[in-house]
């Protein structure tokens, strides 16, 4: 388990980070979320110990110090790689540097390279990959190892949407093998469909910390989703409703400042009939983030 | 497990760096600069001298076959025998030359060329003539056995040298300009390779990476033998480069003489350079290596990275200079304080070792302070390294410095 406790960081006068506490457990993934400058990177560079910082950080009970770092996979948000090396060899340098064996990591190669679809790239240069391929060679420098402890750093910027699904399926797996994995992304829907836990900085603040549903519920079920002949104009002099976004011809967002007005609302759309969509939900994570971690304009 | 890591990493930097043209071409460059003087001097001396034969001529065919043969191979066209041939070929600048040789009581050589005859042929020819003569003229005075005797009686010339102080004092020269020019030569080089190959590095993410695997002072250890290995290799090339060219220099004719003439000087200067002073030189070239891979990690980006080595190699080539005005006078005050301050004992105080005026137990001082500030320097650097290696600020020189050895 990953226990944070306490954490701070200052540099000279500004504070990057500010009693910052959260735990990771085995198997659990933690998706660490804030605008660019929120202390997210701060945050993954003081769990490695690149900074000197206050307060309390530790891998099974353990400081985390050399003796860990073979547990440790980690995938900064620049990706750089060995430009002059062959694949094969940039596999094994960092491999090897995470204390594995040669002769297991060049067994395991060619199936890693399949599983992230750069079959037949062995012997190619790192500098002649593309972009794309060059990613899928440093997340596999971060998992061949099969770390227990995992850390991505915006790991799915710039991937197209395949490459997306084959870095979910990845960490997916890692967690099935039971890992602690923790990641930072500006996108919510990664966010959503993977964490179990998240925790939102603001200025070095932990504004947000918890498992999602239960975040998304403390922000009320503001929100319906609703398919209608009614037209805009009509859905606004609704009581309670103070928003009317037109999402499709007949199907609408509304909000309210109320979620008990749901039941009303609800009543007055069908008339007691059948009605094809009414959905009440609390807000997306996406519009918490914008809430919480900018300035609150939504 | 440690050791390990540290030693993959050295490994890494030294097959990366060796396995590259630049140091292909940094190693074998002084083989192919001499092999490529020594030729040029066999092709200019093998084309000088075919216009420069002579040719002889003469109505006694054992005469002048004695001439050719002290002419020698280079010196003589043989195939030309008449006088006519000689014109034709002196014309053409074939040879400079031609000899009409012609025997009677008195031996007459009538010499026609271009140019006048070289001091030492016309001495040759003039030997070989009075040479020929004696014996025609003994063969004419039919004396006896014991008057040839007599006659042929030589003076004895012997030359009986007491010293070699001469020979040591060349000696004692060519080291020190050896060492100083190859303590420079392996400085500035490994200098700005060291502070390139980690320039190269500074503020990249693959650090991050690294550092997630080892600590910064092993990573930073692990480049430092990394280049160390890369100069032990350089230093080997040269030592069996030396040790063949010297081999060969024997046995090929082109030079055998010169080596015969000079293996005495020869063998004094590798003795003076395989002594103390290459543990001087190679523990110099550490800690300029160390300095180096400091001021890679001080630079802003990896962009400025071919400008990283300048502060160490400005040092080197300051200590190098500073040797000049010494080279005569190894025991001025100036060279015996320098020959105990780290970064400059590398050159002052071999140089003092060769021309003999330090003591053992300053050469032990000398030594000690430079592997203490050796030991210093890298446990230092060492620990400071990741913070400087890891920083990315662009800000100045000294607000880098403070924030790498604050994080």
Request: hydrophobic residues 45%.
């Amino acid at each position: 388990m990953l226990k944070i406790e306490h954490l701070a960081k200052h540099f000279g006068d500004l504070e990057a980070l500010h009693d910052i506490n959260f735990q990771v457990a085995d198997g659990e993934i933690m998706g660490l979320i804030g605008q660019n400058g929120a202390g997210k990177s701060t945050t993954f560079h003081s769990i490695l110990n690149f900074l000197k910082y206050e307060g309390t950080i530790s891998w099974n009970d353990q400081d985390i110090n050399e003796s860990v770092f073979d547990q440790i996979g980690y995938l900064p948000e620049e990706r750089s790689l060995m430009p002059k090396l062959t694949v094969e060899q940039q596999i094994l340098y960092l491999a090897q540097l995470k204390g594995q064996p040669a002769r297991k990591i060049k067994g395991g190669i060619d199936e890693w390279l399949q599983r992230f679809e750069v079959k037949g790239k062995r012997t190619d240069k790192i500098r002649a990959l593309s972009k794309g391929n060059q990613q899928k060679i440093q997340l596999i420098c971060t998992l061949i190892h099969r770390p227990s402890l995992i850390i991505l750093d915006e790991p799915f910027s710039g991937l197209d949407p395949v490459n997306v699904d084959l870095l979910e399926q990845a960490i997916l797996n890692a967690k099935a093998q039971g890992a602690a994995i923790i990641f930072s992304s500006h996108d919510m829907g990664n966010v959503e469909a993977l964490c179990d836990e998240l925790v939102m900085l603001r200025h070095g603040n932990m504004v947000l910390h918890g498992e999602i549903r239960a975040i998304r519920e403390q922000f009320g079920k503001n929100e319906i989703f609703v398919t209608t002949d009614w037209s805009q104009e009509a859905l606004l002099q609704l009581e309670h409703v103070i928003e009317a976004k037109q999402l499709s011809r007949h199907r609408f967002m509304l909000r309210v400042d109320d979620p008990a007005a749901g039941q009303p609302i609800f009543q007055e759309l069908s008339g007691g009939h059948y009605i094809e969509e009414f959905s009440q939900q609390p807000p997306t994570l996406d519009e918490i983030f914008r809430l919480k971690a900018g300035d609150g304009h939504a | 497990m440690g050791m390990r890591k540290l030693w993959l990493v050295t490994v890494n930097t030294y097959l990366r760096q060796v396995k590259s043209w630049s140091f292909l071409i940094l190693v074998l460059s002084p083989f192919v600069m001499i092999a490529l003087s020594f030729g040029i001097g066999w092709i200019s001396a093998n084309s000088a001298t075919n216009g420069d034969r002579i040719a002889v001529v003469s109505n006694q065919p054992a005469l002048r076959s004695a001439y050719l043969k002290t002419l020698g191979k280079d010196g003589a066209a043989p195939a030309i025998k008449t006088v006519k041939a000689a014109k034709q070929a002196q014309r053409t600048e074939k040879i400079q030359g031609y000899v009409v040789l012609t025997q009677g009581k008195q031996l007459k050589a009538v010499y026609r060329g271009s140019q006048a005859l070289s001091s030492s042929r016309k001495a040759k020819l003039t030997s070989f003539l009075t040479s020929v003569q004696n014996q025609q003229n003994v063969a004419q005075a039919k004396l006896t056995k014991q008057q040839v005797a007599t006659l042929q009686q030589q003076p004895i010339v012997q030359q009986k040298v007491t010293s070699s102080l001469g020979q040591k004092k060349v000696a004692k020269m060519a080291s020190f300009w050896i060492l100083v020019f190859m303590v420079y030569m392996i400085l500035t080089t490994y200098s700005s390779i060291t502070a390139q190959e980690i320039a190269s590095e500074k503020g990249t993410k693959i650090m991050e990476i690294i550092f997630s695997s080892t600590t910064a002072i092993k990573y930073f250890l692990g480049k430092i033998f990394g280049v160390l290995l890369m100069i032990v290799t350089q230093l080997v090339v040269y030592v069996i480069g030396g040790w063949a060219s010297l081999t060969a220099g024997q046995h090929f004719s082109a030079t055998r003489d010169l080596y015969t003439s000079y293996h005495a000087l020869i063998n004094q200067v590798v003795g003076n350079l395989f002594s103390i002073n290459l543990v001087f030189l190679f523990v110099g070239v550490i800690l300029y290596t160390v300095l180096a891979a400091f001021c890679g990690a001080l630079v802003a980006k990896p962009e400025d990275s071919s400008k990283a080595g300048y502060p160490a190699v400005y040092l080197s080539m300051i200590a190098f200079f500073a040797t000049f005005p010494f080279q005569s006078n190894a025991d001025a005050l100036f060279v015996r304080i320098m020959s105990y301050m780290p970064f400059f004992s590398s050159y002052f105080m071999p140089m003092r070792v060769i021309n003999g005026t330090a003591s053992t137990l300053q050469i032990s001082l000398s030594m000690l302070i430079l592997l203490a500030t050796l030991l210093g320097m890298t446990w230092y650097i060492g620990r400071i390294y990741g913070g400087l290696m890891l920083q990315t600020d662009e800000g100045s020189f000294w607000k880098r410095l403070k924030r790498g050895l604050a994080n």
